[in-house]
């Protein structure tokens, strides 16, 4: 016995629970409703804005702190250098060695502005390698032409070729910016003294030098720049004998 139909040609239907007559079509089944949408494009964009934020206040507090830090990197590499500098220092009055020479003066806003002039055995760069002489070695401060603060920069000149015929321009090599003053001083054994001249004083070196450096850093967005100070002093490894030992060894 077979079944047939009620309604031939009709294809039949699964009944899903629905009233009869009504078909549900599988892909509008499948499908978001409008508010679903609006619910999930609202949340996605609370979450955009959760990390935009996050983001924005990341790299803020890393470009702040890059902007403080890098000053005073600049600054203590600066003052390795000198160090480097002034262990090799030749004794004035040797052969290719002039004097030895701190003079303390002031600059434009009547903050310290010292200079130094002695010479060195050094490494210094090549293109290719780094190659070590004699050199005569000028640390001063200079005005900065891009700074807005109308701070100074630190430079380092070099002049290599002693023996030339004619004067050489030295090497000029700005080792920090953003300086607010320089003050180098110089112990002799009781004391320590703001200049230093080896032709008025026998040719005889400071036991040890001080140096004395103000950098300014940016603060926060709308305050005035904010200042540090890094203070340093090193030894000197060659001495000259006095007048007075030389005479006690003859």
């Not at 005073?72 to 004097?99: F, H, Q, R, W, Y």
């Not at 490494?123 to 190659?131: G, T, V, W």
């Not at 030295?170 to 001249?197: H, I, K, P, T």
Request: with cysteine; hydrophobic share 40%; glycine share 6%.
């Amino acid at each position: 016995m077979t079944m047939h139909s009620r309604h031939p040609g009709r294809p039949r239907t699964r009944d899903c629970g629905f009233a009869p007559g009504v078909h549900l079509n599988p892909k509008l089944a499948a499908a978001f409703t409008l508010l679903e949408l609006l619910v999930a494009m609202v949340l996605m964009v609370v979450v955009a804005s959760c990390l935009y934020t996050s983001l924005y206040t990341g790299f803020r507090a890393y470009r702040s702190s890059i902007s403080a830090v890098d000053p005073t990197l600049e600054a203590i590499n600066a003052i390795e250098l000198m160090k480097e500098d002034i262990d090799g220092v030749l004794p004035p009055g040797s052969n290719l060695a002039g004097a030895f020479i701190g003079i303390d003066s002031a600059g434009s806003k009547g903050v310290d502005a010292d200079s130094l002039e002695f010479y060195t055995t050094h490494l210094y760069a090549d293109e290719e390698q780094l190659m070590g002489g004699l050199g005569k070695i000028e640390l001063l401060l200079e005005t900065d032409p891009n700074s807005e603060d109308s701070s100074y920069m630190l430079v380092r000149r070099l002049t290599t070729n002693l023996l030339a015929p004619k004067e050489v321009q030295a090497d000029e090599q700005v080792l920090c910016r953003r300086v607010v003053s320089m003050n180098l001083r110089y112990f002799d054994g009781a004391g320590w003294a703001q200049e230093w001249d080896s032709t008025a004083d026998a040719n005889s070196l400071p036991l040890a030098v001080e140096v004395d450096i103000e950098i300014a850093h940016n603060g926060k967005k709308g305050t005035d720049p904010q200042k540090r100070r890094l203070v340093q002093s090193f030894a000197l490894p060659c001495q000259t004998p006095s007048q007075e030992e030389t005479e006690s060894t003859l």
